[in-house]
């Protein structure tokens, strides 16, 4: 079993930041990618950024400039460093990773959510 835990969450006035963390636990062979998204009231959920294992990152446009996802391997870790806060990245962010618990066996998992909210 694998279980992803974040922190980190809470609120922020506009243009403040916040860092995410979640740590990764469990039967772990390998974590491959990481990343997280974010689902606002009313909205599907999104992308917001990715890391590969060898630490390619990638962005959604409308956080790129403001984010950046970093990880540690050893500590089957990964964050989100988030400045420039605006009101509309205000949702319950996920941590989500590809998991392989032997060399044959990758499943896909999801973290609980952390609620993050911008506003003055």
């Known amino acids: 079993q694998v279980e992803l835990a974040e922190s980190g969450g809470g609120l922020v006035q506009p243009g403040g930041s916040l860092r995410l963390s979640c740590v990764v636990s469990g039967q772990i062979y390998i974590i491959n990618t990481m990343r997280w998204y974010r689902q606002a009231p009313r909205k599907q959920r999104e992308l917001v950024a990715s890391?590969?294992?060898?630490?390619?990152?990638n962005y959604a446009h409308s956080v790129r400039g403001r984010f950046t996802i970093s990880r540690d391997n050893a500590e089957n870790t990964v964050s989100l460093q988030m400045n420039t806060l605006k009101p509309e990245d205000t949702a319950v962010y996920y941590c989500?990773?590809?998991?392989?618990?032997?060399?044959?066996?990758?499943?896909?998992?999801w973290g609980q959510g952390t609620q993050v909210t911008v506003s003055s």
């Open positions: 989500n990773a590809d998991v392989q618990q032997g060399p044959n066996y990758e499943f896909n998992y």
């Open positions: 890391i590969t294992r060898g630490g390619v990152d």
